[in-house]
C-alpha cells in the first residue's frame, strides 16, 4: 500500500510561485494515477490536478489551468505541483492523492500541506 508525503507548501505572496512535492513510498508508484486537491474549511475537497501514470497526459482543473502545472517522476517516485501566479483564493491545504490502475476512486491520501497565498 502507498504511503504519500506532501511538502513545499508555506506562505508565498500572490504572483510569486510555489513548488509542492508528494514523496510516495511502499508502491509501485508507476502504477498509480496521481491527484492534488485542496480544500478549505468548511468547503468540500476540490480537484486541481490529475497526471496519468506514465506522465504524458496531466489535466488541470479550469481554476488553476494556465497558472498550476502536475508533473511526475516515476524514477524518484514524486509528484509536483508547480504554482505559478497563485491568488489568494487558492489558498487550501493541499492533498497528494494516488488512485490504482483497477480503482475508480483515489484510495491513498497524504496528510496534506497548506498553501496560504497572501495579498
Known amino acids: 500500500q502507498v504511503q504519500l508525503v506532501e511538502s513545499g507548501g508555506g506562505l508565498v505572496q500572490a504572483g510569486g510561485s510555489l513548488r509542492l512535492s508528494c514523496a510516495a513510498s511502499?508502491?509501485?508508484?508507476?502504477?498509480?494515477?496521481m491527484g492534488w486537491f485542496r480544500q478549505v474549511p468548511g468547503k468540500e475537497r476540490e480537484f486541481v490536478a490529475r497526471?496519468?501514470?506514465?506522465?504524458?497526459?496531466?489535466y488541470h482543473a479550469d481554476s488553476v489551468r494556465g497558472r498550476f502545472a502536475i508533473s511526475r517522476d516515476n524514477a524518484k517516485n514524486t509528484v509536483n505541483l508547480q504554482m505559478n501566479s497563485p491568488k489568494p483564493e487558492d489558498t487550501a491545504v493541499y492533498y497528494c492523492?494516488?488512485?490504482?490502475?483497477?480503482?475508480?476512486?483515489?484510495?491513498?491520501w497524504g496528510q496534506g500541506t497548506q498553501v496560504t497565498v497572501s495579498s
Open positions: 492523492a494516488a488512485k490504482g490502475r483497477w480503482n475508480l476512486d483515489y484510495a491513498h
Open positions: 497526471i496519468d501514470r506514465l506522465g504524458v497526459s496531466p
Open positions: 511502499g508502491g509501485t508508484f508507476s502504477s498509480y494515477t
